[in-house]
């Protein structure tokens, strides 16, 4: 053979081999790019009854949302309160690892986190808009965050209530006496302000709240407002119904991501979990927007005896509430800083609301 036929032969031979090549790399890059992207399947332990109204169908719209955002990558099965775990036991099972998230209320577990209410409610504090702006433009997220950490648990806001009512009762209040050796359920601090004014403190998840108020094993209750009041019958349980919910203006409930669980998650994944919780940090205070007002006009036109707690009631309540607080914040350094820098910022956001917002419902009334 000669020279330049030599040449040749090795030239298509160098040739076949590297388009071989390109063939052998391409189909790999067409291989990992068919390989499927990983999947999670993760538990939801709940403080609710199943598909209960509000809180409840807030946490079902939360995994729907995750489902379908995901396509179906990150899974979230949720269980009800008694399904897994008792409802006031979340966020344990959420910090043991027992289930990848939670969604419940965070006053529910001051006794091992005293912090964790200051992000929940507070008596005569900040309504749902304050309570919002502080936790995510004010630095509450990060305190939230920070409070969490040791016990392995990532926060989130997932969930609003708006004003709360005072509650329902079954003897009139129309004095501070009234309160003493009452027996009501009522969580938080405003049940330590009941404490104060000489009540008892009997705290029940939902499922148990009808059957203790109409066999007289507390003389009263409050549980959100009249959407969830309407649905768990309280109305005949109970003659009077007191307004306005000095306890609770708003309730922050919050999703809780074990630490571990959080860790393993892509970044887009994470992304969605962010997503969804914030959509339905603002569709559940949509929701009992307008269904609190609806429920509330059923049960007026029923004849439910809705009246206003008396002004002298209030300015007591008032003043316990804030030595309630005071108290509970100096008792725990990490509710210290938070309550520091917390009152801080709703001072200013009530001077915005006096300078403004405040006079468009005066002149709107």
């Given at each position: 053979?000669?020279?330049?036929?030599?040449?040749?032969?090795?030239?298509?031979?160098?040739?076949?081999?590297?388009?071989?090549?390109?063939?052998?790399?391409?189909?790999s890059?067409?291989?990992?790019?068919?390989?499927?992207?990983?999947t999670?399947t993760?538990?939801?332990?709940?403080?609710?009854?199943?598909?209960?109204?509000?809180?409840?169908?807030?946490?079902?719209?939360?995994?729907?949302?995750?489902?379908?955002?995901?396509?179906?990558?990150?899974?979230?099965?949720?269980?009800?309160?008694?399904?897994?775990v008792?409802?006031?036991?979340?966020?344990?099972?959420?910090?043991?690892?027992?289930?990848e998230?939670?969604?419940?209320?965070?006053?529910?577990?001051?006794?091992?986190?005293?912090?964790a209410?200051?992000?929940?409610?507070?008596p005569?504090?900040?309504?749902?808009?304050?309570m919002?702006t502080w936790l995510?433009?004010?630095?509450?997220?990060?305190?939230?965050?920070?409070?969490?950490?040791?016990?392995?648990?990532?926060?989130?806001?997932?969930g609003?209530?708006?004003v709360?009512?005072?509650g329902?009762?079954?003897?009139?209040?129309?004095?501070?006496?009234?309160?003493?050796?009452l027996?009501?359920?009522?969580?938080?601090?405003?049940g330590e302000?009941?404490?104060?004014?000489?009540?008892?403190?009997?705290?029940?998840?939902?499922?148990?709240?009808?059957?203790?108020?109409?066999?007289?094993?507390?003389?009263?209750?409050?549980?959100?407002?009249?959407?969830?009041?309407?649905a768990?019958?309280?109305?005949?349980?109970?003659?009077?119904?007191?307004?306005?919910?000095?306890?609770?203006?708003?309730?922050?409930?919050?999703?809780?991501?074990?630490?571990?669980?959080?860790?393993?998650l892509?970044?887009?994944?994470?992304?969605?979990?962010?997503?969804?919780?914030r959509?339905?940090?603002?569709?559940?205070l949509?929701?009992y927007?307008?269904?609190?007002?609806?429920?509330?006009?059923?049960?007026?036109a029923?004849?439910?005896?809705?009246?206003?707690?008396?002004?002298?009631?209030?300015?007591?309540?008032?003043?316990?509430?804030?030595?309630?607080?005071?108290?509970?914040?100096?008792?725990?350094?990490?509710?210290?800083k938070?309550?520091?820098?917390?009152?801080?910022?709703?001072?200013?956001?009530?001077?915005y609301?006096?300078?403004?917002?405040?006079?468009?419902?005066?002149?709107?009334?």
């Open positions: 053979m000669k020279r330049r036929d030599i040449l040749a032969a090795a030239g298509v031979g160098l040739a076949a081999t590297a388009l071989a090549g390109c063939q052998k790399q391409n189909e890059k067409e291989t990992q790019a068919a390989a499927p992207a990983e999670f993760w538990k939801m332990v709940t403080s609710w009854p199943k598909n209960f109204p509000g809180v409840g169908v807030g946490a079902e719209r939360f995994a729907r949302l995750v489902n379908e955002m995901s396509n179906g990558r990150l899974q979230v099965k949720i269980y009800a309160a008694g399904e897994l008792p409802a006031l036991e979340v966020f344990d099972a959420v910090s043991r690892g027992t289930a998230m939670g969604h419940g209320a965070p006053y529910y577990w001051k006794g091992k986190v005293p912090a209410q200051f992000f929940c409610a507070l005569f504090g900040p309504n749902a808009q304050e919002n995510h433009y004010g630095g509450g997220m990060q305190l939230w965050e920070e409070v969490y950490k040791p016990f392995n648990v990532v926060p989130f806001a997932c609003a209530t708006g709360q009512t005072a329902w009762f079954n003897k009139e209040i129309n004095s501070v006496d009234d309160f003493k050796g027996k009501m359920r009522t969580p938080g601090l405003g302000v009941l404490t104060k004014m000489g009540g008892t403190v009997v705290n029940l998840p939902a499922g148990e709240i009808f059957t203790a108020l109409q066999t007289g094993a507390i003389d009263a209750t409050e549980w959100i407002g009249p959407y969830n009041d309407l768990l019958g309280l109305h005949k349980a109970a003659k009077y119904y007191y307004t306005p919910g000095w306890q609770e203006p708003n309730v922050t409930f919050e999703l809780t991501v074990n630490q571990g669980a959080w860790d393993k892509p970044a887009d994944l994470k992304a969605i979990v962010r997503a969804a919780a959509d339905v940090n603002g569709d559940m949509d929701d927007n307008a269904r609190n007002m609806e429920a509330m006009e059923k049960l007026k029923e004849g439910v005896d809705v009246r206003r707690l008396p002004d002298a009631v209030i300015a007591r309540l008032r003043e316990v509430a804030a030595e309630v607080v005071e108290a509970s914040a100096a008792a725990d350094p990490a509710a210290a938070v309550w520091a820098q917390q009152k801080a910022y709703f001072k200013r956001l009530l001077a609301a006096e300078d403004n917002e405040k006079l468009i419902y005066n002149i709107r009334a």
